[in-house]
């Protein structure tokens, strides 16, 4: 590939910057295998931070969480904790140096940047936790990192739930231009396992453990991607322990699997006996039984199924390892029974309502299912 004049000058700049840290290794530059690290988590306290910590601690790693102290606050008493908000308040960042800093919370390209250039004089390495929400909806299954990202329509823009994917996509850049080859992006696929607030995979080892029939999207050779919040702590702070800079999909499992294949999975690591029952996509659509949200980790096959089917091989080719998901979905399903009551007594955040799945399976049965053996 031919670099650019400005890419040029930006490595060069890069190079230039990372060589003027004290003690840091020159961009790309492998650090001594085993040395203790000083790592910069930008959140540290919700589901992927606390898997990050548990994956660093035991390799001796020195670390410091900023985050405004308002989310579990009571976790990690033995760690230093600097508090103030992203948003304009980083004066307790000032003055500080950190091998690597990994941002686990950035989703506004303003707020990003505050932090990348505070913090690109004294950090070696700026690892961002993006998403493959960057890409178009009709990419091409198979894709690598290279694939075009998405642009926002409005680039003042910072409505997070309209522009999530074209955002990230935007801080992605944002922390490249900071600290031009000092950068490592993640793009995780849907992230799982225990911790999980979101309930987007919790759903189906709860409600296999609830046994009984149960309603499965489309005809199960979907193909769907998934990472264990373990595994994909495990390997960032690989890239951060071997200054592994560039982009990398985290997604899993290493083989591409289908629906039937992961909640099968699910079921033997919950010791399920449930029946799985499959409704094509069609008539779930015709139901209003959303891809997705009512049946989480499942886009149907189709211009949109690119999403569930990206290559993992760069990640892979660094370390980036898998866990059975049976595994997966009997550590998130202890996880979850010993949540409090109010929260497994609440409506899961994805998944359907037993009522509405009755009600889906018995219109499934009365006239769907007639209607497609006729």
């Known amino acids: 590939m031919t670099m650019t004049r400005r890419e040029f000058v930006n490595a060069s700049l890069a190079a230039a910057a990372a060589a003027a840290l004290p003690g840091a290794a020159r961009a790309g530059e492998p650090r001594p295998p085993g040395q203790p690290l000083r790592i910069l988590i930008l959140g540290g306290t919700k589901f992927l931070g606390p898997a990050l910590v548990a994956a660093a601690r035991p390799r001796g790693h020195v670390l410091t969480l900023f985050n405004r102290g308002k989310t579990n606050p009571q976790l990690f008493p033995d760690l230093e904790k600097l508090h103030g908000d992203r948003d304009g308040k980083l004066d307790a960042l000032k003055g500080r140096k950190w091998d690597a800093v990994i941002d686990d919370s950035g989703y506004v ?90 309930d987007r995979f919790t759903y189906w080892p709860v409600r296999l453990d609830r046994g009984g029939e149960v309603l499965a999207p489309g005809d199960g ?44 999975a699910c079921a033997r690591g919950v010791g399920s006996k449930a029946k799985l029952t499959w409704v094509p996509a069609a008539f779930l659509e015709g139901r209003s039984v959303s891809a997705w949200g009512d049946m989480p980790a499942w886009i149907p096959r189709g211009p949109d199924a690119g999403a569930m089917q990206l290559s993992n091989a760069r990640a892979v080719a660094k370390g980036l390892r898998f866990r059975p998901v049976a595994d997966t979905a009997r550590d998130t399903l202890a996880w979850w029974k010993a949540e409090p009551e109010e929260r497994r007594k609440a409506p899961m955040h994805a998944g359907l309502a037993p009522d509405r799945e009755t009600e889906v399976l018995a219109a499934w049965k009365a006239g769907g299912q007639k209607s497609k053996a006729g």
């Open 109 to 198: 390209p303003r707020i990003v940047r505050q932090s990348a250039e505070l913090l690109a004089p004294s950090v070696g390495q700026y690892l961002f936790v993006s998403t493959i929400s960057v890409y178009r909806d009709d990419i091409p299954p198979g894709s690598d990192e290279g694939a075009g990202v998405q642009e926002l329509a409005d680039p003042a823009s910072e409505d997070v739930r309209k522009d999530y994917g074209a955002l990230k996509a935007a801080c992605e850049r944002t922390v490249a231009a900071a600290l031009p080859g000092r950068t490592t992006v993640v793009r995780p696929t849907l992230i799982v396992g225990p911790d999980d607030p979101t």
């Open 221 to 264: 050779e979907d193909p769907t991607q998934i990472v264990d919040v373990r595994d994909l702590a495990a390997f960032m702070i690989g890239l951060v322990e071997a200054r592994v800079m560039g982009t990398f999909h985290a997604a899993g499992p290493e083989k591409t699997t289908t629906m039937r294949a992961m909640l099968e």
